[in-house]
């Protein structure tokens, strides 16, 4: 028997029906996790001035490096040091659908928020044809589980951060790949050509999205792991069909990967080789606790109860950045439910044994991806990784995983509720203790999708003041080669350091302010609120020997001034 997946239902167009409920799950989904910014007018962006504008810099500034505007490399920041693009992500598969945006007028603003709500559109309908034409799960599983993944409570809670979005790609990734797989024997050019650019794809996700892409290779070699062991018939029997053509395709991902690999390449080694990996103490400082498994944040349903037991303190829920990955705890059971029906193997017949596979594989990987990166008493097995895996050394935030394991667990749910809906009988002929399992089942799934709504209030850019707040930046004088703002009233260094960089992305002139996750070597300017800053840019200036042409900025009335 050669390595497939059961189905029962005949392939043609959706009926109406279905097509109603597919549609139907994705926009109530879709109106309650962008709520904020629908009901604004589309004026209001996920998370506050920091991350967020940092991430419209870097889309702009690869956009403008596309039409020659810019160059690639080195954003005008940190001036006059070069390559700094990998000083953060830098979001190149949302050029696909950042520029055409740009190219017919739409603002950097517009055009972020937009980008990340086609690809909730492209992320909901992958997983959607995934578990339908792999699992031959039913439509109803299929939306509730592409729901949960789309429109995760702990992808909004951390919203603030947009580079999870990036999570968006990963089912495109996982259906070619799985698609070239499953039909290598009888489609090989339409196998090659989906497992080329699966492989393509995923190579270009690391310089668009690292955790993500990064996250997503370490639960995918769990998961190839878990599933050869559980299927190793099938898997035998598959290879040694055609041993020849399935080489073919391993060398066509293979060749996709390196390729999408090459920006990363260019991007990030200048960064390794002048800063390193981080020190793993760093790690430490933001990773979760055991307790952790029940931090939501601020949701609907669980909020106050984990506060009042005293699971989740106030603290925590305070720490939203990095603490409130965990999944919500109605979920969590259908994930354990999951692994259960999973490990019974009299659920399962010998059709089936790849979706066991499967089910029990991405269970295993989301319960896995928790223990790995917790601490304990400050020890923690992701030190493990840190010293033996290329990457881990650049991961600061590891419970950021638990986004890539909501994306494995909605797998495992999916498959094993449909498992247990297709042994069932028809409802009426079940007994007590069948129907009860049965309501137990589709309790806890209706627990899941509320308890996906969350509380926090994340949106605070608002772009209509963006783009009046730097209005008034034009004007440069000829003597300005480079400038730097050094205070704001009332204003955090952070979003001192971005109105900067947003100016220089504005008037074409570089500043030698800079904010991103890696800060260059001798460059002590980020405290805007110091009283000896104009003495400390002068100095950073003339190590630099770019002193002459150094202005200063004046954010509250438009000017540039020579530095003093």
């Known amino acids: ?237 598959w290879f040694a069909a055609d041993p020849i053509r399935i080489g073919i395709l391993g060398f066509t991902f293979i060749d996709g990967f390196a390729v999408g690999l090459i920006p990363f390449a260019l991007i990030y080694i200048p960064v390794y080789v002048g800063a390193g990996t981080r020190d793993f103490s760093q790690y430490l400082l933001d990773a979760p606790s055991l307790g952790d498994i029940g931090n939501v944040g601020f949701n609907l349903v669980w909020a106050d109860v984990l506060n009042k037991v005293g699971l989740v303190t106030d603290r925590k829920f305070a720490r939203i950045g990095e603490l409130s990955y965990a999944l919500t705890p109605g979920f969590l059971v259908l994930v354990i439910l999951s692994l259960l029906i999973g490990l019974r193997l009299r659920y399962w017949d010998v059709d089936n044994q790849n979706m066991r596979a499967a089910a029990i594989g991405g269970a295993v990987v989301c319960i896995a991806l928790f223990f790995v990166t917790i601490k304990i008493h400050e020890l923690s097995l992701f030190l493990v990784l840190y010293k033996l895996v290329p990457g881990a050394g650049a991961i600061r935030s590891g419970y950021r995983a638990m986004v890539v394991g909501n994306f494995f667990a909605t797998i495992s749910v999916a498959l094993a509720i449909n498992r247990i809906t297709v042994m069932s009988p028809r409802y009426s002929a079940m007994n007590a203790n069948a129907k009860f399992a049965y309501a137990v089942i589709i309790t806890l799934m209706v627990i899941a999708l509320v308890e996906q709504v969350s509380l926090v209030h994340g949106s605070l850019v608002s772009r209509a003041f963006e783009r009046a707040h730097l209005d008034r930046a034009h004007g440069v004088p000829t003597f300005c080669q480079s400038f730097y703002i050094a205070s704001e009233p009332g204003q955090p260094p952070t979003t001192v350091q971005i109105d900067a960089m947003l100016v220089a992305q504005k008037v074409g002139v570089p500043t030698i302010n800079g904010y991103s996750g890696v800060f260059p070597a001798g460059w002590e300017l980020y405290d805007t609120s110091d009283a000896n800053y104009d003495g400390k840019a002068r100095a950073w200036a003339v190590n630099r020997g770019i002193d002459i042409g150094l202005c200063r900025f004046d954010v509250t009335n438009g000017t540039f001034v020579k530095a003093p």
């Open 1 to 237: 028997m050669l390595l497939h997946w059961s189905a029962k239902e005949p392939h043609g167009f959706l009926r109406m029906g279905q097509v109603a409920i597919l549609v139907g799950g994705f926009s109530i989904g879709f109106l309650i996790f962008f709520r904020a910014q629908i009901f604004s007018g589309f004026d209001l962006l996920f998370g506050d001035r920091g991350d967020t504008r940092l991430v419209v810099f870097i889309h702009e500034h690869v956009f403008q490096a596309f039409i020659g505007s810019s160059a690639f490399l080195s954003p005008p920041f940190f001036y006059d040091v070069t390559k700094t693009l990998g000083f953060s992500d830098a979001y190149l598969l949302d050029q696909i659908i950042y520029t055409p945006l740009r190219v017919v007028g739409v603002d950097p603003y517009l055009a972020l928020l937009l980008t990340i709500m086609t690809l909730s559109m492209v992320g909901y309908g992958f997983l959607y044809a995934l578990l339908r034409r792999f699992g031959r799960v039913s439509v109803v599983t299929a939306v509730f589980s592409s729901f949960l993944f789309t429109f995760a409570n702990n992808l909004y809670v951390n919203a603030n951060h947009p580079q999870l979005f990036m999570i968006y790609y990963v089912p495109v990734v996982a259906y070619l790949a799985i698609y070239a797989i499953l039909e290598i024997h009888e489609h090989k050019r339409l196998s090659l050509m989906a497992g080329g650019i699966a492989g393509l794809l995923y190579g270009l996700l690391f310089p668009t999205g690292f955790y993500m892409a990064w996250f997503f290779g370490l639960g995918l070699l769990m998961f190839a792991f878990i599933f050869i062991i559980i299927s190793w018939h099938a898997v035998r029997t």
